[in-house]
C-alpha cells in the first residue's frame, strides 16, 4: 500500500496548548519506519501550516475561537488531500479534532465525481456534536461532526463546497462524554453512538459487525481515532482526557477488525498532547494502532 502522510499541527481549536506538537511526536514514534516494516511504501508530505494561536485574537470573528484560522487550515487540508492521487492512503496527523473538517471532507471528495458515500467511523471519548450555539466554551474541536452534516458556522459547513456527510453514515464508538445539548442533537440528527456502556456489554467484536453492516450502503470508510478514546491510564497525553475508556486491546481488536474488512481507505490520528504524556508513551501507543489497522498481526 502506499501511504501519505501529512500533518497538521493544530492547537487552535482545543482549551490547551500542546497537541500542535502532536504530529511531531507521531513520527519521534516511528511512524513511518513501523509503517515500511508492515511493507508499505511510504512518503511524507509534511505539514499544513498553520497560524500560531498567540500571534492572533482569539475572539476576533464573535463567539468561536480562532474561527478564520481554523477553517483556513481546514480548507488547505482539504484541497491538499482531496488531490492525492487515487490508491493513495491518507494518513493525517493532528492536532487537535477539529482538523477532521478538513480531513473527512478532503478524502470524502478525493477521487469521487460520482459522489459515491464514505462512512465515518468516529473513535473517541466525546461526540464532538456540538454546534457554535450550544457549546459552552466555544472551542471548535468539540464541533467538527456537526460542522461536517451541515450544522453550524457557515463558514465552516461550506468546507466542502456544499457537500456533507449523510449522519446515517457516520458511527462512534468509545463514547463516554456528551454534553446534554449534544445528546438531543445526535437522537434528533440520528447518528449511531456506542457508548463504553454498550463496549461493556456488547463486546467489541459484535460493536464491529454492527457497524460493519449500518455502513453497508458506502463504498469507503474513513477511520478518525482520538486518543482520548483509551483509557488514560493507556493515553496520558490527551488533552481532555476521560476515565474508563477503551482498554489497549479493545482498541487494537477494534483496528485489526477494519483491517481485515478491506474497507479502510484513510485514517487521521488526533489530539496527542505530548506536553502531558509520559516519555511519549501516548504517540507510542497510537502508533501501534495505527500498525493494526495497516496489517500488522500476532500470527
Not at 451541515?150 to 459547513?157: A, C, I, K, Q, W
Not at 505530548?274 to 489497522?293: F, K, Y
Given at each position: 500500500?502506499?501511504?501519505?502522510?501529512?500533518?497538521?499541527?493544530m492547537?487552535?481549536?482545543?482549551?490547551?496548548?500542546?497537541?500542535d506538537?502532536g504530529?511531531?511526536?507521531?513520527?519521534?514514534?516511528?511512524?513511518?519506519?513501523?509503517?515500511?516494516?508492515?511493507?508499505?511504501?511510504?512518503?511524507?508530505?509534511?505539514?499544513?501550516?498553520?497560524?500560531?494561536?498567540?500571534?492572533?485574537?482569539?475572539?476576533?470573528?464573535?463567539?468561536l475561537?480562532?474561527?478564520d484560522?481554523?477553517?483556513?487550515?481546514?480548507?488547505?487540508?482539504?484541497?491538499?488531500?482531496?488531490?492525492?492521487?487515487e490508491?493513495?492512503f491518507?494518513?493525517?496527523?493532528?492536532?487537535?479534532?477539529?482538523?477532521?473538517?478538513?480531513?473527512?471532507?478532503?478524502?470524502?471528495?478525493?477521487?469521487?465525481?460520482?459522489?459515491?458515500r464514505?462512512?465515518?467511523?468516529?473513535?473517541?471519548?466525546h461526540t464532538?456534536?456540538?454546534?457554535?450555539?450550544?457549546?459552552?466554551?466555544?472551542?471548535?474541536?468539540?464541533?467538527p461532526?456537526?460542522?461536517?452534516t451541515?450544522?453550524?458556522?457557515?463558514?465552516?459547513?461550506s468546507?466542502?463546497?456544499?457537500?456533507?456527510?449523510?449522519?446515517?453514515?457516520?458511527?462512534?464508538i468509545?463514547?463516554?462524554?456528551?454534553d446534554?445539548?449534544?445528546?438531543?442533537?445526535?437522537?434528533?440528527?440520528?447518528?449511531?453512538?456506542?457508548?463504553m456502556?454498550?463496549v461493556?456489554?456488547?463486546?467489541m467484536?459484535?460493536i464491529?459487525?454492527?457497524?460493519?453492516?449500518?455502513?453497508?450502503?458506502?463504498?469507503?470508510l474513513?477511520?478518525?481515532f482520538?486518543?482520548?478514546?483509551?483509557?488514560?491510564?493507556?493515553?496520558?497525553?490527551?488533552g481532555?482526557?476521560?476515565?474508563?475508556?477503551l482498554?489497549?486491546?479493545?482498541?487494537?481488536?477494534l483496528?485489526?477488525?477494519?483491517?481485515?474488512s478491506g474497507?479502510?481507505?484513510?485514517m487521521?490520528?488526533?489530539?496527542?498532547n505530548?506536553?502531558?504524556?509520559?516519555?511519549?508513551?501516548?504517540?507510542?501507543?497510537?502508533?501501534?494502532?495505527?500498525?493494526?489497522?495497516?496489517?500488522?498481526?500476532?500470527?
Amino acid at each position: 500500500m502506499n501511504i501519505s502522510i501529512l500533518g497538521i499541527p493544530m492547537d487552535l481549536g482545543a482549551g490547551r496548548r500542546g497537541v500542535d506538537m502532536g504530529p511531531s511526536a507521531l513520527r519521534n514514534a516511528q511512524l513511518a519506519v513501523t509503517l515500511r516494516e508492515l511493507g508499505h511504501t511510504v512518503s511524507d508530505l509534511g505539514d499544513i501550516s498553520v497560524a500560531v494561536p498567540e500571534t492572533l485574537d482569539k475572539y476576533a470573528q464573535g463567539g468561536l475561537a480562532f474561527l478564520d484560522s481554523i477553517r483556513q487550515a481546514c480548507q488547505d487540508t482539504a484541497d491538499r488531500v482531496a488531490a492525492l492521487p487515487e490508491g493513495i492512503f491518507p494518513l493525517t496527523l493532528g492536532g487537535d479534532h477539529s482538523i477532521s473538517m478538513g480531513t473527512v471532507t478532503g478524502n470524502a471528495l478525493r477521487g469521487n465525481p460520482r459522489g459515491e458515500r464514505m462512512g465515518l467511523i468516529w473513535v473517541d471519548a466525546h461526540t464532538d456534536y456540538n454546534t457554535p450555539d450550544s457549546s459552552p466554551s466555544g472551542n471548535i474541536h468539540g464541533m467538527p461532526v456537526a460542522h461536517l452534516t451541515g450544522r453550524g458556522d457557515d463558514s465552516l459547513t461550506s468546507l466542502g463546497g456544499g457537500w456533507h456527510m449523510n449522519p446515517e453514515d457516520i458511527v462512534m464508538i468509545g463514547i463516554r462524554s456528551v454534553d446534554a445539548h449534544e445528546r438531543e442533537l445526535m437522537r434528533e440528527v440520528g447518528i449511531k453512538a456506542y457508548t463504553m456502556k454498550d463496549v461493556d456489554q456488547l463486546g467489541m467484536t459484535r460493536i464491529y459487525e454492527e457497524t460493519m453492516e449500518r455502513l453497508s450502503a458506502t463504498t469507503r470508510l474513513h477511520v478518525s481515532f482520538d486518543a482520548d478514546a483509551l483509557d488514560p491510564s493507556i493515553c496520558p497525553g490527551v488533552g481532555t482526557p476521560v476515565p474508563g475508556g477503551l482498554t489497549y486491546r479493545e482498541g487494537h481488536l477494534l483496528m485489526e477488525l477494519l483491517c481485515e474488512s478491506g474497507r479502510v481507505t484513510s485514517m487521521d490520528i488526533v489530539e496527542v498532547n505530548p506536553v502531558l504524556d509520559h516519555r511519549n508513551q501516548t504517540a507510542e501507543v497510537m502508533v501501534g494502532m495505527v500498525a493494526s489497522l495497516l496489517g500488522q498481526r500476532i500470527m
